[in-house]
């Protein structure tokens, strides 16, 4: 058989599939640029970052959310006092089924739950099961335990005298900013989150937002209203200014996609507020000695660019002004 | 329910390993298991050090650092050079390919950032230096200066002089390397050479008679991963490195070779995460290894590994790691 000259006519299957495959492409690709000339290095915050630690963490809840997600609640006294809103964790995944995972898999820390009298410190995660490492990590049992090094990672950080925040995540990139949302409900700041995700169903953080007094703007695929202009539109109604509820908020902080913090810039240059992004790379050592993870932007050859473990992975971002 | 709480003393594993380094020491002043190797004219306590690129002064804080025989630093380059495109890691079946492209400060660069860190640590500073021609590498070891412990020179760099072959695969240049930086420094020199080369015996030996100390066995394997779903390159740099389990029976290999070889000790580096696999070394003629993908995910590997052959040789009765390779040996 040739590996070229197909003779058969394409089912509407095979052009169903093909179609999805070069939509995943194109948003790929424009997800892949849209971060260039957009991030920086946020400067040194006031308050010092907590002195990572590694630790055997017990696995005290270990279950699925909805179809693609799983949520992992971990015993670790030192992480769940000191971790700051937007850091995360590196968990060595144990082997499974002969097969061995060796580089620890970054996760962001979902929740903070600091030790009370009768329970331990807990942090929350929620993973999607996309390859081999978080395969090996769904099957680790409850009452196991597993070794995580943090807490890790430059967070988000409220500007002084913030009344209101806007959050925005994707998918598990809700994760990365809900440590924001714990932060700004305990400080009395008036929160909106985006959730976006690809279904309804697959909405991860609502009880979360819930729970926080955050109110929520779901955005799908299913229907459109993730779309980016459809909604940069909605977002820019909301915040209208015409009643004090819908005054602009005084900071923007997102995570899941590149394009979304594209949006988050563009919003923010309209309200002039300043926005934080939290970025995803290939990780070893999460500590900033491996140098692996490269932001994902282009930068000068003959100098490195930021590593999203130990300048990020929260970046301050802008849309640059030509 | 949780250890944590069950009133132990410390707040964490990374705490109750630090302590427990304490009462390791103290076993060990009883009864002397002597550890201590010789590279030239420097000592190390312990036959086990990081592999270059696989550790950063960030860990002083999470694993006992004195416990080791030295730590060695990521590559140094004359110029500052910026790394490779992402992405620049991803994990394999037993194994991890990186393509990090050592970005560099240059020696100021590290000596006004870096080495005021690797020096606060409780063991030697092994500097790595490197250079993508073969007059590039003594320039960089004159202006470290006395700040490293012992330098070592990875070679495994493309000759941009000769076609962009390996500067280490080409004994003559091996050669040349070395007799240059001998000449400005009088601290040891470990040699540190690729894997792809067609006799590491006859790199080895060119390392030894230029001056050499000591000479790394080895430097990560090229290679190349593809993604399963799109079947392009994941690297952006497209090829890069491959280290961890998979490489050790290509490094067992090679190490035994160098080391009949050489007189100078070989150092054995290429997917060492236990006691064992250390000893598996030690037994086909290193004298010492590093530690390099275990690292990653246990932190504390190269700290265990020490333990460890402190534990099997006082378990044994024995003073030596030599002795106890010794009670293994075939009848
Ligand atoms: C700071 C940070 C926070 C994160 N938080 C979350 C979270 O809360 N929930 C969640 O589900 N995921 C999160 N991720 C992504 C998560 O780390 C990856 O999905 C995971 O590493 C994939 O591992 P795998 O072996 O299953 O996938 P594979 O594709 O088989 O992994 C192959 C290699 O590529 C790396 N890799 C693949 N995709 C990613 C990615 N998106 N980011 C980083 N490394 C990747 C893996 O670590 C591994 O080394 C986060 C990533 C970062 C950098
Ligand atoms: C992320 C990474 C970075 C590395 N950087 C360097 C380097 O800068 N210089 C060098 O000589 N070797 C470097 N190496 C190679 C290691 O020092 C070591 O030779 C190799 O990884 C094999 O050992 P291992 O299997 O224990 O990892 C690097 C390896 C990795 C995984
Ligand atoms: S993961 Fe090692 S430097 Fe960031």
């Known amino acids: ?322 | 329910m949780v250890a944590l709480l069950d009133g132990t003393a410390h707040p964490d594993a990374r705490a109750a390993f630090f302590a427990a380094a304490s009462d390791d020491l103290a076993a060990t002043a009883l009864s002397a298991v002597d550890m201590s190797v010789r590279i030239g004219s420097l000592t190390l306590n312990a036959p086990v050090m990081p592999a270059s690129g696989c550790f950063g002064p960030d860990l002083g804080a999470l694993i006992p650092v004195g416990e080791l025989g030295a730590t060695v630093t990521k590559t140094v380059f004359g110029s500052a050079r910026g790394g490779n495109p992402v992405h620049r890691l991803t994990e394999v079946p037993a194994g991890m390919v990186n393509s990090v492209g050592i970005p560099s400060h240059g020696p100021a660069g590290y000596l006004a950032t870096l080495h005021p860190r690797y020096a606060a640590l409780d063991a030697p500073t092994i500097i790595s230096v490197g250079g993508h021609r073969i007059g590039e590498y003594a320039p960089v070891v004159a202006a470290l200066g006395e700040h490293g412990a012992a330098y070592e020179l990875n070679v495994s760099c493309p000759n941009l002089d000769r076609d962009g072959t390996d500067i280490g695969s080409d004994p003559a240049a091996i050669r040349e390397v070395v007799a240059a930086v001998r000449l400005v420094t009088g601290k040891p020199l470990i040699v540190k050479l690729p894997v792809l080369v067609a006799s590491i015996a006859a790199c080895a030996l060119a390392a030894e008679e230029a001056g050499a100390d000591a000479v790394c066995v080895a430097n990560s394997i090229p290679a190349m991963p593809l993604d399963a779903q799109t079947r392009r390159p994941i690297l952006g740099n497209v090829i890069g490195g491959l280290s961890g389990p998979s490489i050790k029976p290509i490094v067992l290999r090679l190490v035994w070779l160098a080391s009949r070889a050489v007189q100078i000790p070989v150092i054995a580096c290429g997917g060492i995460e236990t006691v064992d696999d250390a000893l598996d070394y030690f037994s086909v003629g290193a004298s010492a290894v590093q530690v390099g993908t275990a690292s990653f995910g246990r932190p504390f590997a190269a700290v265990e590994i020490v333990r460890g052959l402190r534990r099997r040789s006082l378990d044994a009765g024995v003073g030596s790691i030599r002795e106890l390779l010794d009670l293994d040996a075939p009848r």
């Open chain 1, 1 to 322: 058989m040739s590996i070229d000259a197909p003779v058969v006519t394409p089912t509407a299957a095979t052009l169903r599939a093909r179609a999805a495959v070069a939509q995943a492409r194109a948003f790929a690709e424009a997800d892949e640029r849209a971060l260039d000339g957009l991030v920086s290095v946020r400067p040194r915050s006031a308050v010092p970052r907590p002195q990572p630690v590694w630790d055997d963490a017990e696995v005290l809840v270990h279950e699925p959310v909805g179809e693609r997600y799983r949520r992992l609640v971990l015993a670790s006294n030192t992480i769940a006092a000191t971790a700051q809103a937007g850091q995360f964790l590196m968990i060595t995944v144990p082997p499974h089924g002969g097969d061995t995972i060796l580089l620890p898999r970054p996760m962001a820390i979902h929740r903070r739950r600091p030790a009370t009298t009768d329970h331990p410190g807990t942090v929350e995660l929620i993973y999607g099961v996309v390859g081999r490492g978080t395969r090996a990590l769904a099957a680790v049992p409850v009452g196991g335990t597993l070794q995580v090094t943090g807490p890790l990672g430059r967070g988000f950080g409220f500007p002084p005298g913030t009344r209101s925040a806007l959050l925005i995540g994707r998918g598990v990139g809700v994760c990365g900013v809900m440590g924001a949302a714990e932060d700004a409900a305990a400080a009395g700041i008036r929160t909106t989150m985006v959730l976006s995700g690809q279904h309804p169903d697959q909405l991860l953080g609502r009880s979360d937002c819930a729970e926080l007094g955050v109110q929520v703007i779901g955005a799908t695929d299913d229907d459109g209203s993730s779309d980016l202009t459809f909604l940069a539109t909605r977002l820019r109604g909301h915040f209208d200014g015409t009643t004090p509820e819908r005054t602009p908020p005084g900071v923007i902080m997102v995570c899941g996609a590149g394009v979304l913090a594209r949006l988050a810039a563009e919003l923010g240059a309209h309200w002039g507020v300043p926005v934080q992004a939290s970025l995803e790379a290939h990780m070893a050592c999460g500590l900033g000695y491996c140098h692996g993870c490269a932001a994902p932007v282009r930068t000068d050859p003959s100098v490195e660019g930021p590593l999203v473990c130990a300048d990020g992975p929260v970046f301050d971002a802008a849309i640059p002004v030509v």
